[in-house]
């Protein structure tokens, strides 16, 4: 793909690189044929005060003894950062052949033979990749979008330096893919600094650039063993941050899509660590008010548990029935597609654990308003599984549920939720016929009370009104 938008490089055409965005031509005095690059930057590579360079040639046009020293020039090259928020119509030349240089370095990664990479090229290829993403260019566009968000309540913006994060990006992840890559000698540059600053950059606001950091430490977290503990406590901690402190974060879904992976992959039987993220962690996220924005990913990484361990169903129903929503129908529509996902993977043992106050919520939700959720509580009658584990304590759950049903049947404003509820009973009628007259009685002798209460306290009333008209006269 990279081969076909390589642009072609003039071999002699000089440039010059300054602070103010100016472009001037290379000295008369060189005019020999070799290639030239200098730069004079800060130790960190972060900010480029000057680079002068002339464009150095194409590394097909070079013969193999030299190709490895012109890749490394063709990295420091393109440690040059531009800003292209503060000044984003100047230097277009110059940002022109920095991007065909990246796009030659990353063909370069993809098509090189079977020889491992050298410390010399893994060194300079993290220098050149921390020259580009953690720069100060690259923090101040998060800084300004994020106070951009928080003052206009948008939904996220695009990196305006993207033509060039995005072969960056690339080339990281070709880097770290290759399997010239050696591990052992890439965790020297790839260490844990480096990866701790490539989590922060989860929080950007620029979709694409998450999905590529999504990828990327999917790779590293496969490649290098000896990181997978930090990098999991890691985005616990960042993770803590937004349940308990800040509820904003970008990346969260990444970050959930990742752990999913990783939940995948735990050994059995579960350690001690992993069943309090559970509980530290999956489960409070649920609390949060954007969890539409991530309850897809972080369904899967609960459920992901439920399934390695049975035992751990009537924990995570219980932990849901905690934060269940109380005005937000949406979110409770969501927690009722999560639940029965959690109860086809529980067994019986588990269930009856947690049925009764389990019961309770969806008798809650059958006795909605909100026709949408009434209607999806209705639903759970619709999996086999579900109702297998009702069937088996219908005794204990059918007189909780019993009332919410009756009333849907009889008094629900909306049709759909009324026709549900008839085929429910139906189904609960025909399962165990003497309990349903027995909860049906019931129910009718309550609402005969209730309703003697009603006239009961009427009546008082009415005579304590009356009693104070009299008084009054």
Same mark, same amino acid.
């Given at each position: 793909?990279?081969?076909?938008?390589?642009?072609?490089?003039?071999?002699?055409?000089?440039?010059?690189?300054?602070d103010?965005g100016?472009?001037?031509?290379?000295?008369n005095?060189?005019q020999?044929?070799d290639?030239?690059?200098?730069?004079?930057?800060?130790s960190n590579?972060?900010?480029?005060?000057?680079v002068?360079?002339?464009?150095l040639?194409?590394?097909?046009?070079?013969?193999?003894?030299?190709?490895?020293?012109?890749?490394?020039?063709?990295?420091?090259l393109?440690?040059?950062?531009?800003?292209?928020v503060?000044?984003p119509?100047?230097?277009f030349?110059?940002?022109?052949?920095?991007?065909?240089?990246?796009?030659?370095?990353v063909?370069?990664?993809i098509?090189?033979?079977n020889?491992?990479?050298p410390?010399?090229?893994?060194q300079?290829?993290?220098?050149?990749?921390?020259?580009?993403?953690?720069?100060?260019?690259?923090r101040?566009?998060?800084?300004?979008?994020?106070?951009?968000?928080d003052?206009e309540?948008e939904?996220g913006?695009?990196?305006?330096?993207?033509?060039?994060?995005?072969?960056?990006y690339?080339?990281?992840?070709r880097?770290?893919?290759?399997?010239?890559t050696?591990?052992?000698i890439?965790?020297?540059?790839i260490?844990?600094t480096?990866?701790l600053?490539?989590?922060?950059?989860?929080?950007s606001e620029?979709?694409?650039?998450?999905?590529?950091?999504?990828?990327?430490l999917?790779?590293i977290?496969?490649?290098?063993?000896?990181?997978?503990?930090?990098?999991?406590?890691t985005?616990?901690?960042?993770?803590?941050?937004?349940?308990?402190?800040?509820?904003?974060?970008?990346?969260i879904a990444?970050?959930?899509?990742?752990?999913?992976s990783?939940?995948?992959g735990?050994?059995l039987?579960?350690k001690?660590?992993?069943?309090?993220?559970l509980?530290?962690v999956?489960?409070?996220l649920?609390?949060?008010?954007?969890?539409?924005?991530?309850?897809?990913?972080?369904?899967?990484?609960?459920?992901?548990?439920?399934?390695?361990?049975c035992?751990?169903?009537?924990?995570?129903?219980?932990?849901?029935l905690?934060?269940?929503?109380?005005?937000?129908?949406?979110k409770e529509?969501?927690?009722?597609?999560?639940?029965e996902?959690?109860?086809e993977?529980?067994?019986?043992t588990?269930?009856?654990?947690?049925?009764?106050p389990l019961?309770r919520q969806?008798?809650q939700?059958?006795?909605?308003?909100? =026709?949408q959720v009434? &209607?999806?509580?209705?639903?759970?009658?619709? /999996?086999?599984? %579900?109702? $297998? #584990?009702?069937?088996?304590?219908?005794?204990?759950i059918?007189?909780?549920? =019993?009332?919410?049903? &009756?009333?849907?049947?009889?008094?629900?404003? /909306?049709?759909? %939720?009324? $026709? #549900?509820?008839?085929?429910?009973?139906?189904?609960?009628s025909?399962?165990?016929?003497?309990?349903? &007259?027995?909860?049906?009685?019931?129910f009718?002798?309550?609402q005969?009370?209730?309703?003697?209460?009603?006239?009961?306290?009427?009546?008082?009333w009415k005579?304590l009104?009356?009693?104070?008209?009299?008084?009054?006269?």
């Amino acid at each position: 793909m990279f081969k076909q938008i390589l642009g072609k490089l003039p071999k002699k055409t000089s440039a010059k690189f300054w602070d103010n965005g100016e472009s001037q031509t290379p000295d008369n005095n060189n005019q020999g044929g070799d290639e030239v690059l200098s730069q004079r930057s800060s130790s960190n590579g972060d900010t480029l005060d000057c680079v002068s360079f002339d464009v150095l040639p194409r590394l097909r046009d070079v013969s193999i003894s030299e190709k490895q020293e012109l890749f490394l020039k063709k990295l420091r090259l393109c440690c040059v950062v531009f800003d292209f928020v503060a000044e984003p119509q100047q230097n277009f030349k110059e940002k022109e052949i920095k991007r065909q240089t990246l796009l030659e370095v990353v063909d370069y990664v993809i098509s090189s033979g079977n020889g491992k990479f050298p410390e010399s090229v893994i060194q300079e290829a993290t220098k050149m990749i921390s020259a580009n993403l953690f720069s100060d260019p690259h923090r101040q566009w998060k800084n300004k979008t994020s106070e951009a968000l928080d003052l206009e309540e948008e939904e996220g913006s695009l990196n305006p330096s993207w033509p060039h994060l995005q072969i960056v990006y690339e080339f990281l992840l070709r880097i770290v893919a290759s399997p010239n890559t050696d591990p052992k000698i890439s965790k020297k540059y790839i260490d844990h600094t480096f990866v701790l600053k490539l989590l922060d950059l989860f929080d950007s606001e620029d979709p694409r650039e998450r999905e590529y950091l999504k990828t990327i430490l999917h790779r590293i977290y496969g490649r290098f063993m000896v990181h997978r503990p930090f990098i999991r406590k890691t985005m616990n901690n960042i993770l803590y941050d937004f349940i308990f402190e800040t509820g904003k974060h970008s990346g969260i879904a990444e970050f959930l899509e990742v752990l999913g992976s990783i939940i995948n992959g735990f050994a059995l039987p579960l350690k001690e660590e992993h069943k309090l993220f559970l509980t530290r962690v999956l489960i409070p996220l649920h609390k949060l008010k954007c969890l539409p924005n991530y309850h897809q990913q972080l369904s899967y990484c609960v459920i992901q548990f439920v399934e390695k361990d049975c035992k751990l169903a009537d924990t995570v129903i219980r932990g849901m029935l905690k934060y269940w929503p109380v005005t937000n129908s949406s979110k409770e529509i969501m927690f009722l597609n999560e639940l029965e996902e959690i109860l086809e993977a529980t067994q019986l043992t588990e269930f009856e654990r947690c049925m009764i106050p389990l019961s309770r919520q969806i008798a809650q939700c059958l006795s909605s308003s909100h =026709f949408q959720v009434a &209607e999806r509580a209705l639903y759970l009658w619709n /999996n086999d599984h %579900v109702t $297998n #584990l009702v069937r088996q304590n219908s005794r204990i759950i059918l007189p909780i549920v =019993f009332p919410a049903l &009756e009333k849907n049947g009889s008094s629900h404003w /909306n049709q759909a %939720v009324k $026709n #549900l509820t008839e085929n429910v009973l139906k189904v609960l009628s025909d399962t165990n016929p003497d309990l349903f &007259e027995e909860c049906l009685r019931k129910f009718q002798e309550d609402q005969q009370k209730a309703e003697d209460t009603k006239k009961k306290n009427g009546e008082t009333w009415k005579q304590l009104e009356e009693i104070v008209a009299s008084m009054a006269k």
